[in-house]
């Protein structure tokens, strides 16, 4: 499936306002597409190719939107609190099921009732949650977790924790250490360090990035972070130094695309599986009719 790359062109996409037009004029105007002049069948790292920039989801067309991104977006901060201590709190509110804004909504509740502090308890905490919050449009929502949650904010702001919570050090440095923090997997760990030091070293691997990977070929179709979440990330800064991206910016621009073409996603890594399990029947059905006229 392609999706060309037209100027002024009318793009529906889910989570759009279905009337407006992404008007790409300028933005073109203002990089060089010559870089574009790419042969689709070349090599961009071993067993990958480079594909075609006006077709969804592959290598070239991500490099596109990082192009078309770095030209009409300022550059922004990723810190969503004002210390370390309150990135971590955010990121431990946010996370999966969780929407940005609700988790933002969140943070709000416990820093305006001031429990984001050391010792807090976690009946404290799980009290301020389980609170309705208050979104932008003026209706009410439950967060999701405030058990759970607050059990893991509770031990984090705990005074044997924050006494031993490093203030000076590289990111790989400070990421090790979140990881040793109960309630702090792979991602979290690897968010936080991306958001408060600006790292360049790690990457937030949730479903979103897994889903573009597989489909772009920088990840394999059985890709699991559950379980090799350190080698998918090094796949995936590999992609992004071959491309010559920012790791960071490269992941907000796949996360923003692939939230709102989530249902289209989804179908094509079904189609591919379907694919590649075709392929892998018919390979079988080659080799055991060569086998069977060996042995005749």
């Not at 996603?265 to 069977?292: D, F, M, N, P, Y």
């Amino acid at each position: 499936m392609q999706l060309s790359i037209q100027l002024k062109s009318e793009i529906k996409i889910k989570g759009y306002d279905s009337n407006s037009v992404i008007d790409e004029t300028e933005c073109l105007g203002r990089i060089s597409l010559s870089r574009y002049n790419i042969d689709s069948q070349e090599e961009l790292l071993p067993g990958l190719l480079w594909g075609d920039y006006h077709q969804l989801f592959t290598p070239a067309y991500w490099k596109l939107q990082y192009d078309l991104y770095n030209v009409s977006t300022p550059v922004r901060s990723h810190r969503l609190g004002d210390s370390i201590i309150e990135e971590v709190v955010a990121c431990l509110l946010g996370g999966y099921g969780i929407p940005a804004e609700i988790g933002l909504l969140a943070l709000r509740r416990l820093k305006d009732e001031g429990l984001i502090k050391q010792n807090v308890t976690q009946h404290e905490l799980e009290a301020a949650l389980e609170k309705p919050l208050i979104k932008s449009d003026g209706k009410q929502i439950k967060y999701r977790f405030p058990r759970q949650k607050s059990k893991y904010i509770a031990n984090f702001l705990s005074e044997n924790c924050l006494n031993v919570m490093p203030t000076n050090c590289d990111d790989l440095d400070l990421r090790a250490w979140l990881l040793k923090v109960n309630g702090i997997g792979p991602k979290t760990a690897s968010w936080i360090t991306r958001n408060w030091l600006y790292s360049e070293r790690v990457a937030i691997l949730d479903i979103h990035i897994l889903r573009a990977g597989m489909l772009a070929g920088f990840f394999p179709p059985d890709a699991d972070v559950t379980k090799e979440y350190s080698e998918l990330e090094k796949k995936y800064l590999l992609f992004c130094d071959a491309i010559k991206v920012l790791p960071s910016v490269m992941d907000a621009i796949i996360w923003e695309q692939m939230k709102f073409t989530n249902t289209l996603a989804i179908k094509l890594l079904k189609k591919q599986t379907i694919c590649q399990e075709v392929a892998t029947h018919q390979k079988s059905a080659v080799w055991g009719s060569r086998s069977q006229i060996a042995l005749n």
